[in-house]
T-cell receptor, first 112, second 112 residues
C-alpha cells in the first residue's frame, strides 16, 4: 500500500497563475479531504468528498478555489488565479469511515 | 462552530522529562483522535478513543478521554528526541462522523 499520494511536493508559482494540486487516495477509502496548513490558521478543512461526491465545501476560501474528484482514485484542487496569501502546505487525506485519517505528504505551495 | 483548543501551544523539555498536552472541545465528542506531525512532515494517526473515561497506552504514550467526553490528554513518559513534533487532537463535527475538527496543536521540542 503506497499510501495517499500527492503531487507535486513543491510548487512555486507567480501571482495570477493557475495551480493544480493532485491527490491519489488509498484504494477502497470512501472519504477524501483537502486541508490547508499555515502557521497562523493551523489545519483548515477546505472540502471533502464521500464516494467521489463533494459533501461540504464550506471551507473553500473563495471562488478562486475549486476541487474535483472524477473517480475514486483521483482528486484535484485548483487555484485560479493564485495569490501570495494562498501560500501554505496543502494536504490530502483519505479514510475508510470510522478509522483515522491517512494524510499524504502534502504540497508546499509558494506564490510569489 | 465547533472549536478544539490545545494547551500548551509549545513546550520545550529535556530528554527524560515527562510531557503532557491537553485538548478541550467546545462540544461533546463521540470520539477523539490524536495525530503526530514531525517537522516538515504530515500528520500521522496515533489513536482513537471512544468511551467516556477511556485510557489507552502505546509504549510511553498514555491517552485519556474525559468523563464528559469534552476533553482529552496525551502524556509522554520520559521523552526522547524522537518524540519531537506537533501533537494534534481532533474530534468529529456534530452530526458528521467523518469530518474532523483539528485542535490547535502542541509543539514539543526535546533537547539532550
Amino acid at each position: 500500500d503506497a499510501g495517499v499520494i500527492q503531487s507535486p511536493r513543491h510548487e512555486v508559482t507567480e501571482m495570477g497563475q493557475e495551480v493544480t494540486l493532485r491527490c491519489k487516495p488509498i484504494s477502497g477509502h470512501d472519504y477524501l479531504f483537502w486541508y490547508r496548513q499555515t502557521m497562523m490558521r493551523g489545519l483548515e478543512l477546505l472540502i471533502y468528498f464521500n464516494n467521489n461526491v463533494p459533501i461540504d465545501d464550506s471551507g473553500m476560501p473563495e471562488d478562486r478555489f475549486s476541487a474535483k474528484m472524477p473517480n475514486a482514485s483521483f482528486s484535484t484542487l485548483k487555484i485560479q488565479p493564485s495569490e501570495p496569501r494562498d501560500s501554505a502546505v496543502y494536504f490530502c487525506a483519505s479514510i475508510l469511515q470510522g478509522y483515522g485519517y491517512t494524510f499524504g505528504s502534502g504540497t508546499r505551495l509558494t506564490v510569489v | 462552530g465547533q472549536q478544539v483548543m490545545q494547551i500548551p501551544q509549545y513546550q520545550h523539555v529535556q530528554e527524560g522529562e515527562d510531557f503532557t498536552t491537553y485538548c478541550n472541545s467546545s462540544t461533546t465528542l463521540s470520539n477523539i483522535q490524536w495525530y503526530k506531525q514531525r517537522p516538515g512532515g504530515h500528520p500521522v494517526f496515533l489513536i482513537q478513543l471512544v468511551k467516556s473515561g477511556e485510557v489507552k497506552k502505546q509504549k510511553r504514550l498514555t491517552f485519556q478521554f474525559g468523563e464528559a467526553k469534552k476533553n482529552s490528554s496525551l502524556h509522554i513518559t520520559a521523552t526522547q528526541t524522537t518524540d519531537v513534533g506537533t501533537y494534534f487532537c481532533a474530534g468529529p463535527n456534530t452530526g458528521t462522523a467523518s469530518k474532523l475538527t483539528f485542535g490547535t496543536g502542541t509543539r514539543l521540542q526535546v533537547t539532550l
